[in-house]
């Protein structure tokens, strides 16, 4: 069972159509939660971190807000340049462990 | 400031062989972390080392192993390949161990092909 769900895997929008994407999970302990950005062929780029629910993180177009059990990033009035698939991570446990969601293909349309 | 430097980028192995991917992290950074990136997976972590300790393991076989040099630089390596090792292998780095911040920064990666 996955411990980190995004959804929807891939998300095709026109230029200036606002949209959600969603990133859900389950683990206890939550210590933070991370928003990645990954260009084709490149490592991920960190966006955002949350620490606790209710908490929101904003960056030009993108706005990430945290609830106890999943987030969200909406982007408003999107551009092409945003096209790029979106990771969301969880960073849990007194260990620390760090997990990956597989991910949200978002393509902007002109 | 230079970013996180992966070498080699692309390289092309066969069955059994082993193989050897390096990371430069950021001047300054002590904590480096690898991860494993495929299609069905996403990304998966492997280990982190922070100033020339291993501090986390992901669930990998013993096939894959890493280290790090005190200038901060890791290798991780792969012996006996399988073709299900193909992949892109990423490496980040960060002032403070764990990802606590998120913060990571991540190279362009080493991709891997397993014929």
């Known amino acids: 069972e996955d411990q980190v769900t995004q959804s929807p895997e891939a998300l095709r929008l026109q230029e200036g159509e606002s949209s959600s994407l969603n990133c859900s999970y389950t683990v206890s302990g939550l210590r933070g939660l991370f928003w990645y950005r990954q260009d084709p062929g490149k490592g991920p780029e960190f966006l955002f971190t949350?620490?606790?629910a209710g908490e929101e993180k904003e960056k030009e177009r993108l706005k990430a807000t945290l609830t106890k059990k999943e987030s969200f990033l909406h982007i408003t009035a999107p551009k092409p340049e945003d096209s790029a698939t979106y990771l969301c991570a969880v960073y849990w446990g007194s260990q620390g462990n760090l997990i990956f969601g597989k991910g949200t293909k978002l393509s902007v349309k002109p | 400031k230079a970013g996180v430097t992966q070498t080699p980028r692309y390289l092309i192995k066969t069955r059994g062989q082993q193989v050897t991917l390096s990371c430069s992290p950021i001047s300054g950074h002590r904590s480096v972390s690898w991860y494993q990136q495929t299609p069905g997976q996403g990304l998966q972590f492997l280990f982190e080392?922070?100033?020339?300790?291993?501090?986390n393991k992901g669930n990998f076989p013993g096939r894959f192993s890493g280290r790090q040099f005190s200038n901060s630089r890791s290798e991780m390596n792969v012996s006996t390949l399988e073709l299900g090792d193909s992949a892109l292998y990423l490496c980040?780095?960060?002032?403070?161990?764990?990802?606590?911040?998120?913060?990571?920064?991540f190279g362009e990666g080493s991709r891997l092909t397993v014929l």
């Open positions: 980040a780095s960060s002032l403070a161990p764990g990802g606590g911040t998120g913060e990571l920064f």
């Open positions: 080392y922070f100033s020339e300790t291993q501090r």
């Open positions: 949350l620490y606790s």
